[in-house]
């Protein structure tokens, strides 16, 4: 749900990429999927709202023709594609998982986010999703088909590739972090960073609350 949007509300220039090429060129078809935060102030509204401390989450692709890492990501850009150094600079990996299926599943849910691409960021959905929790809503209000947020688009993919989700319109980063942390035969986990651990942590109680009946914690 965040990345760029809120470069500038961080008040400091974007640091240094640091974290490794995910392949190369001839690697062939390789896709991962990726969970980060910023320090920015939209970021910390969804932290807060979701409880969580995940914000954002992305499809990434090892690209042949620019012989690189690319990141497909709804932005306050709109659903767009850049690269992962690029992204990197701006943002703060929590944890990132090789898709595990077959070529022509994962074919398909990148020629359905290929369709999307240059869809509007979903701005009035982000305010109905936080009426929703904040009134205990069954559905999300002003969600729009036309545009997307991160965790919506990543909802789509992995429901085209395959992947059981029921309804794509109320998928949280969290609740993506929830899925692909529960289908580890499909979610291969190949780089972490010091802020995985928490938010393991944090998922596993609220994992333990769930089944005890008791309320989440915050």
């Not at 749900?1 to 470069?7: E, K, L, R, T, Y």
């Not at 932005?75 to 767009?80: A, F, I, L």
């Not at 899925?179 to 994992?207: C, G, M, S, W, Y």
Request: proline letters at 6%.
């Amino acid at each position: 749900m965040i990345d760029a949007v809120s470069a500038g509300l961080k008040g400091r220039a974007p640091r240094p990429a640091s974290n490794p090429p995910l392949s190369g060129p001839d690697s062939g078809l390789v896709v991962h999927v990726g969970f980060s935060t910023t320090g920015g102030l939209l970021s910390r509204l969804i932290r807060f709202f979701t409880r969580s401390r995940i914000s954002h989450c992305i499809v990434v692709y090892g690209c042949g023709v620019f012989a690189q890492d690319m990141v497909l990501e709804a932005s306050g850009h709109g659903y767009r594609i850049l690269s992962w150094r690029r992204w990197d600079k701006a943002n703060r990996l929590i944890a990132l998982y090789r898709l595990e299926l077959p070529v022509e599943n994962i074919r398909a849910g990148l020629h359905l986010l290929a369709d999307r691409l240059g869809d509007a960021f979903d701005k009035l959905s982000l305010f109905g999703f936080f009426l929703q929790r904040v009134l205990g809503l069954k559905g999300v209000p002003f969600n729009s088909r036309q545009k997307l947020v991160c965790s919506e688009a990543l909802a789509l993919f992995l429901q085209r590739c395959g992947v059981p989700i029921e309804d794509v319109g109320v998928v949280t980063p969290q609740d993506a972090f929830a899925l692909v942390e529960h289908h580890k035969d499909i979610f291969i986990l190949v780089e972490k960073t010091d802020a995985f651990p928490l938010a393991a942590r944090q998922l596993a109680r609220r994992q333990r609350r769930h089944r005890s009946g008791l309320p989440a914690p915050s």
